[in-house]
């Protein structure tokens, strides 16, 4: 089952929701996209002005409530991946030259661990529930 309406409000009033992750769950919702696609994206793939971005052989498309924090994620980047971990990798830990920032150092954030943040956030929705999967943002059909 999929979340609409009053349930993806709770969503997005999650007390203290960071910009990242905000970011990342209304891209999903609204792009309807795969959670590795998403993930994959780099600054350079964006075209905000028209609210896209490439992935691969197609286009992740988004709406206004990606549209409005997209800028503000991405601030002054001009490359490198769009979501970003929250720290910079440990020396042996070295990930691949295209998943880290150029200019901050830090990683691109990895699937397990935004799938682990959201299901710690939708925990607090429905404490009898262990969360919920990122999957659960794509809108039906």
Known sequence: MNWQGAQLDEIWRL???????????????????????VLSLNIEDLD??????RTGNTWVNWRSGTDRLLPR??????????FLSDRRPGPSRTPQETDLCPDTGRRR????????????????????SH???????????
């Open 15 to 37: 007390p203290n929701l960071p910009l990242r992750e905000e970011a990342l769950w209304r891209l999903l919702h609204e792009s309807a996209a795969g959670v590795k696609a």
């Open 48 to 53: 905000l002005d028209d609210r896209r971005a």
């Open 73 to 82: 994620l991405v601030a002054d980047r001009i490359r490198g991946p769009l």
């Open 109 to 128: 954030l990895s699937y397990e661990r935004a799938e682990y943040l959201f299901k710690q956030a939708t925990k607090t929705l429905d404490p009898a």
């Open 131 to 141: 969360g919920y999967t990122l999957h659960r943002l794509k809108p039906r059909h």
